[in-house]
């Protein structure tokens, strides 16, 4: 089994940095991606950002390109979401998922971090 764990969400004012967390354990031989997504109320998750986590090869959600860097320390097996000239729109919550089946398939969720971006 996988279990994801978010910390490092808060409060923060327009143009300010946050750098997430997402703790992984279990079973990570068994990983192909993991993702960040986000969700804010009344809309449907999105997807902000992706990270292989053998080869570390990354994709980015348009919206947060050039803002936002996804990164992991294997070693740690801990994944990163450093987020830099942050919006109010990127107020949401933040999750961490585990693609373990290599067809953007996402089993494993983390509970989520609050980000909350104020203008």
């Known amino acids: 089994q996988v279990q994801l764990v978010e910390s490092g969400g808060g409060l923060v004012q327009t143009g300010g940095s946050l750098r997430l967390s997402c703790a992984v354990s279990g079973r990570t031989s068994t990983i192909y991606t993991i993702d960040w997504f986000r969700q804010s109320p009344g809309a449907e998750r999105e997807f902000v950002a992706s990270?292989?986590?053998?080869?570390?090869?990354?994709e980015y959600a348009d919206s947060v390109k050039g803002r936002f860097t996804i990164s992991r320390d294997n070693a740690k097996n801990t994944l990163f979401l450093q987020m830099n000239s942050l919006k109010p729109e990127d107020t949401a919550v933040y999750y961490c998922?585990?693609?373990?089946?290599?067809?953007?398939?996402?089993?494993?969720w983390g509970q989520g971090t609050q980000v909350t971006v104020s203008s």
């Open positions: 998922a585990a693609d373990r089946s290599g067809f953007g398939r996402f089993d494993k």
């Open positions: 990270i292989n986590w053998s080869g570390g090869g990354t």
